[in-house]
């Protein structure tokens, strides 16, 4: 997948240097070292590529990551999350780069993860909206992630509180200025995808000078008007999706479809417009007012098409997600032992 996790990592990086490159793998490397993507490689490398703090992306990227290939696109360095990635058979991928000192770390990003969005998509319940130490979350995380052999920190699912600096850190801070056309969508933009970038890049073309405001649906509103356990991200990182797409310039919170704002245009796509609370068109002001657009962005892809493909291949997922747990306990068991390896040598010197 592509979510705010990833998008967070890209934010550090590019604060690491001046020009990021981001590599991206093919279907067929991500499905050799770790599973099923969910995301296909074109869908992959068109939302990597419209994550506003990336110059450039490598399509086809390989897995492991080499000195040939810093030089190739020549990168002074490499940068990832302080997590562990490893091949098929248990092999750190930076092995090469970090001898060579040509390798850097960032924060990454606690409680969201592939496998954990992956889970929720499997979890008919809510509890994921807002507390995800919740008694029934937690032991379907348990179940759907975890090896007999514990649990990994890196996979492991833990609750990520955004803060207001973190929505900050993503936002871009220009208000818009004089000549700006301002353009309001609203909507859950769920499991943000490349059916939403290419929905907000359509509307960025519809005028020269465009600044887009997107408002976002409260999660109990998302739930009423798509029930089971929708929004699958909550309110926050839903903003923090958008936030970190470029062509975004501002975002809201809502709990209804907000249009009492002074906006040049308001537009939607061509998915379905659910009446509000009381069975009205929540466009209804807009259209009257002649600034409503009717957007077709010619990608019908959906939230619920997303969450069909895990269903599809949930066997698939549940073994990807056991199969990289045990790999990752199995290099934390190798840390420890070289670690008090390491402990054992310095004592038995220190006494000679």
């Known amino acids: 997948m592509v979510h705010y996790g990833h998008s967070n990592q890209l934010r550090q990086a590019k604060g690491m240097g001046d020009y990021l490159i981001a590599g991206v793998h093919t279907d067929a490397e991500i499905a050799k070292h770790k599973g099923p993507p969910v995301f296909t490689q074109e869908e992959r490398y068109k939302m990597v590529r419209a994550i506003k703090w990336v110059d450039e992306i490598v399509e086809g990227a390989p897995y492991v990551t080499t000195l040939e290939t810093l030089d190739k696109y020549n990168c002074d360095f490499c940068v990832h999350g ?87 850190q993503f936002a871009s801070g220009k208000e818009p200025q004089p000549g700006d056309t301002i353009i309001y969508v609203a909507g859950a933009f769920d499991l943000f995808h490349i059916g939403h970038v290419d929905f907000l890049e359509m509307v960025y073309k519809q005028a020269e000078r465009p600044y887009v ?26 903003t923090l999706s958008v936030l970190a797409c470029r062509v975004s310039s501002h975002t809201f919170c809502t709990t209804r479809w907000d249009v009492s704002l002074t906006v040049d245009l308001v537009c939607h796509g061509k998915t379905e417009v659910f009446p509000d609370k009381d069975g009205s068109d929540p466009y209804d002001e807009p259209k009257k007012r002649g600034v409503f657009r009717t957007i077709d962005s010619g990608n019908n892809l959906t939230t619920d098409d997303i969450v069909q493909r895990i269903i599809e291949n949930r066997l ?36 000679h």
């Not at 549940?318 to 390896?341: G, H, L, P, S, Y």
């Open 213 to 238: 405001i997107v408002g976002l649906h409260f999660d109990q509103e998302v739930n009423r008007y798509k029930g089971k356990n929708y929004p699958i991200m909550n309110i926050h990182e839903r």
């Open 82 to 168: 302080d997590d562990i990635t490893l091949t098929v058979d248990g092999k750190d991928t930076y092995e090469e780069v970090k001898h060579a000192g040509r390798y850097r770390e960032c924060k990454r990003t606690q409680g969201v993860s592939t496998t954990d969005l992956v889970g929720r998509m499997l979890l008919m319940t809510k509890a994921h909206h807002s507390n995800m130490s919740n008694p029934d979350y937690q032991q379907h995380t348990d179940n759907f992630g975890k090896g007999p052999t514990g649990r990994s920190p890196w996979t492991g699912v833990s609750q990520f509180l955004q803060t207001s600096q973190k929505i900050i």
């Open 316 to 351: 698939q997922f549940e073994a990807r997600n056991q199969k990289k747990e045990a790999k990752e306990m199995a290099v934390i068991e190798a840390m420890k032992k070289r670690e008090a390896q390491d402990v054992t040598e310095a004592a038995t010197e220190s006494s």
